[in-house]
């Protein structure tokens, strides 16, 4: 399901003012709307915008902040490649895990802070950061446990390469189970940017499992 658009653009109610005045066969230009109209036109779109933005639900804020946390987890995977040995193949998977799941967390986070609510803070420094996990610190789908993050940063060269394209397969079903999990609640997913986000990590992390499972195939 897509989540509608609850309001016009700007452009768009300018063009309606613009074109009512238009009659019968001679179609009339009609004149610019003033000063006047086009600040109550800003208003209407301002306050529709501000409604559509508060237009959320308490599953949509678990998931950014579970995704957030889960995201976390998967750049501390990737950021143990530079000093274990990696193949070139893993290698560039790793920073493409990097650069992409960097910039979903930083919408993540302006969503949420746009929304007033809680944001979580990311420091990603290895096998010794900290992922703040919420609902009591529970592991969300796919989430790897701290003997498998130690036996991870253990492993070095192939056995690395190996060990991590098993691990990632499980982290990203899990954010797969989390979309979902989203999609499934009642009310939820309605928000653009939420449908957005969520419906761009299945399609990645669907693709990225089937391309990690080749890679695997070849070790």
């Given amino acids: 399901m897509r989540a509608s658009h609850t309001g016009w653009t700007l452009a768009t109610l300018l063009a309606v003012v613009t074109s009512s005045a238009c009659t019968g066969a001679g179609y009339a230009m009609a004149p610019s709307p003033d000063a006047a109209s086009t ?18 639900t308490e599953a949509d804020v678990r998931f950014m902040t579970g995704m957030i946390s889960h995201h976390a987890q ?47 803070e990311v420091h990603a420094d290895g096998i010794d950061s900290t992922v703040r996990v919420p609902d009591g610190g529970m592991l969300m789908p796919g989430m790897l446990t701290p003997q ?56 990645d992390q669907t693709s990225e499992i089937a391309r990690m499972k080749r890679m695997l195939e070849a070790y």
């Fill in 74 to 120: 998967a750049l501390e995977m990737a950021s143990l490649a530079p000093t274990h040995d990696v193949g070139t193949s893993v290698g560039t998977l790793t920073a493409r895990t990097i650069n992409a799941q960097q910039d979903e967390i930083v919408a993540m986070q302006q969503w949420l802070r746009d929304r007033g609510q809680p944001v979580p």
């Fill in 148 to 203: 498998q993050m130690r036996d991870l940063d253990a492993a070095r060269g192939s056995d690395f390469d190996r060990l991590f394209l098993t691990y990632m397969i499980q982290h990203h079903g899990g954010a797969v189970t989390m979309v979902h999990d989203l999609f499934g609640t009642d009310g939820a997913a309605l928000d653009e940017a939420v449908f957005k986000i969520a419906s761009d990590i299945q399609a």
């Fill in 39 to 56: 600040a109550e036109l800003a208003a209407l779109y301002r306050a529709r915008s501000d409604s559509a933005r508060m237009n959320f």
